[in-house]
């Protein structure tokens, strides 16, 4: 018994050891997942792209059929480096809905113009609402959602090449 | 040239401390009246000059700011004012770990030139563990780290220094850690010999106690500073957020102050054997866990600085090794230790163990919070853990230990009775009890708070009650010492609980020339306009501040640096005897409005008074324990002296 | 004149993400009782895209629009827990600097117990000898 005692911070020790190392080899998960992922898409109803655009709301994901909502901004450097492989997506037939972050409707029309516009419909969403609603914490973010309006999918960080085809299969799978 | 000085005398000390290891360890096997084994204590004060010497030619190189050498290219630029220049010396990984080594040697070459209480064997086991601990940091800086690498060409312009360590409060927080770690490397390595030369007794622990006392109140004046920069620089008027990195200068401290009790049971009653040196152990490792988790970036924090996963590898390595060894050492020695002598529950003795208890509980509540993290991490969930879970928590081990405070320091050793203090105990009860009903009768402060005021309001009389009966000058400098160190803890706790309980906020946009109250105050803001310093430029707020006898102005800015382009919050603070007004200048607001950020936080600074109070208090021990072993010395010289007179008539 | 100008025009809003524009990012409630509760919750939320900072103390845009999250959702009558609930949903036990007792994070409060019985264990045979 006494023996167990004095072996017992070395044991301790052993443990954080363990913990250290194992920590030290890992890769550090900088970013904080959603945890929507299998639940409803909240309620929503945001102003379009411009003054005059329609309005866009949760409403327009319940018609069946699975759409891709991009979280993203003009003051966004990734997003301008994902907007060829949302072009790419768009093409292949993926509806996308834009929800610009904190945005004003003429930045959105000159990115747009400048880089292609992929969208649907564009939302804005100036205190980052809808963002915290479907527990998004940066831009970009690419969630799938399928066509009973419930969210299927979260793509943290901007889309690379090699990701479309991962994308365009959840994509796929939520029909 | 100066760089290629320093590192010949680095190299120079490495080989230096190669020797003191091997002749402390030649000496501890026997070998002590060999040539070898003679050359421990003159390496141990060589390799100290040596290490002056190159920490001298990195200074030098950083306040020329010489471009060809590569550590000052990336972290400094002649624009900065002199000091700022010379603190960059330390202000990043490099010049850290030297300096961390210059002082390992300094500590090392006193130990080498003043302990004679120990024999001699003992004293090469401790040098020569001494010598182990400085080599893998020798190690560490050659290989990996050489701070006097030459750039070749010379960089043009440097980098700066990140503009939120331009402060002088945090050009002397390193040094301060260092010297509180170094201190408890140097209990760790008397430890270490004590296992391995099987002497645990009351000597060990009077040799211990000065390095114990002096990395401790490093130590504590380390995390006061260090809250103290965060609470004005950081400008969120938060003094302490349980990040992991203050955890991490916490845990070691929090690890000094039971084995700083703990070693006076032994030192005074030899009690407590094992356990001693188990904490001796437990300081040291959490000194190196703390700077691990800080130098790793394996944790998330916003005090992280000079963050390189490859360098928490290598700090890895060292903990495995010497804490690894360590406690390896004592699963095997500190059985076959003698135990020490017994105690009754209500004892000074027992007043400590419960200190001693708490203490490492808490210490386990913080090392837990603090990894949990990480292990939750390891299994794909991700937590968080603030105040909320520490403050609670530890209150529970926190509380019981306070309590028994209020009256240990008037137990007699060995064995005494409550009804002995039943004076003493009747006055502090009633403190408590009155503290609690005023507070809870005519404020709103919280349950955590109302706890604090009262027993910092007990402590704060408890603390002076040794004096009781005592002839006033003919009490001891160590007694004065650890009666202002408790009443400093009664001073601080009061300053955290008023905090907390008695802050406003007032967050507002305001035009120049719009009023709002904040506690007894009015804010007005007269004006922003735009000033220059030395490196940066910024718009500053004047805001008058009237009202309870004060009307004075306001100075908060909103920096931002050139080089590097970052910006920083200046806050301005009104430091009243009663408390501190905090104010923020935030973004503009639009329509011509600034958004004003104020606190009034009563009695905020008597967290830091009573920090300074704790440090001078061991300051005052450190003196009273070196003082009376100086006489003790000269009492037994007297008696030799005596006797051999005897012995020759 | 022409420093003022280059600082006003940095510090200036409608940056895009250089500042939450949602209205109660940085203003108080008007009931002083609604605030103390918004205030008390912020600080024990967690900053999603800062280092280790709650939503009280951070300048993140995003901070800012979780502050105004909190503000509206208090002012309009939810309880201090229920916000926390709502946000948890969303974020999992990352966004609570307050850790609630699951399957996660038990070890956080049976660990203490554990501590608590082991103080007392060590307390009762260290100190329940008496001194000879």
Known sequence: ?175 | MIAELGLAALWLAAGLCVLQFVSGAIGVGGGADSAVGALARPAAIVQSLLLVISFACLLRVFAVTDFSVALVAANSNPDKPLIYRISGAWGNHEGSMLLWVTILGLCSALVALFEKRMDDRFMKAALAAQGFVALGFFGFLLLSSNPFARLDPPAEIGAGLNPLLQDIGLAMHPPTLYLGYVGLSVAFSFVVAALITRQAGPELARVMRPWVLAAWVALTLGIAAGSYWAYYELGWGGWWFWDPVENASLMPWLAATALLHSVSVLAARDALRTWTILLGVVAFSMSMVGTFLVRSGILTSVHAFAVDPERGAFILVLLTIYIGGAFALFALRAGSLAEGKRFAMVSREGALVVNNVMLSAILAVVLLGTLYPLLAEAFGTRVSIGPPYYNPVTAIFAVPMFLVLLIGPLLRWKRDSLSRVAVPLAIVCAILAGSVSVLVLFTGAGVLATIGLALAAALALASWLPLRGRQLRRVPLALWGSMLAHFGLAVSLCGMASESAFSVERLVAVRTGDQVEIGPFLARLESVEPVAGPNWTALEGKIAVTGNGVDTLLRPQARYFTQPFQGTSEAALLTLWNGQLYGILGEAAGDGRWQLRLWWKPFVTLIWYGGILIALGGVLSIFGHLRSSVRRRKIREEFARRRAERDAA | MMLAAALLAIAAPGAGQAVSSAPLANTQLADPQAEAAAQALMEELRCLTCQSQSIADSDAPMAGDMRHQVRSRIAAGESPDEVRAWLVERYGDYVTYRPGFDAATWPLFALPVLFILLAGVVLVRRLGRRGE
């Open chain 1, 1 to 175: 018994m006494k023996r167990l005692w004095l072996i017992l911070p070395f044991a301790l020790l052993v443990l954080f050891l363990g913990l250290a190392t194992y920590q030290l080899t890992q890769p550090k998960d900088e970013f904080v997942r959603s945890t929507m992922i299998g639940k409803p898409l909240p309620a929503f109803d945001l102003p379009g792209a411009t003054d005059e655009a329609p309005r866009v709301a949760s409403g327009m994901f319940a018609d069946g059929k699975p759409r891709l909502l991009n979280v993203w901004a003009t003051w966004c450097v990734p997003c301008i480096a994902e907007a060829p492989q949302l072009m790419e997506l768009a093409d292949r037939g993926v509806p996308i809905v834009g929800v610009a972050i904190r945005d004003e409707p003429e930045a959105i029309a000159k990115f747009l113009e400048t880089y292609g516009d992929p969208y649907e419909a564009v939302a804005r969403d100036d205190i980052a609402e809808l963002q915290l609603a479907v527990g998004s914490s940066g831009v970009p973010e690419t969630f799938v959602i399928d066509g009973k309006g419930v969210i299927r999918y979260q793509h943290i960080g901007d889309i690379r090449e090699s990701d479309v085809d991962a994308l365009y299969a959840e994509w796929e799978q939520a029909q």
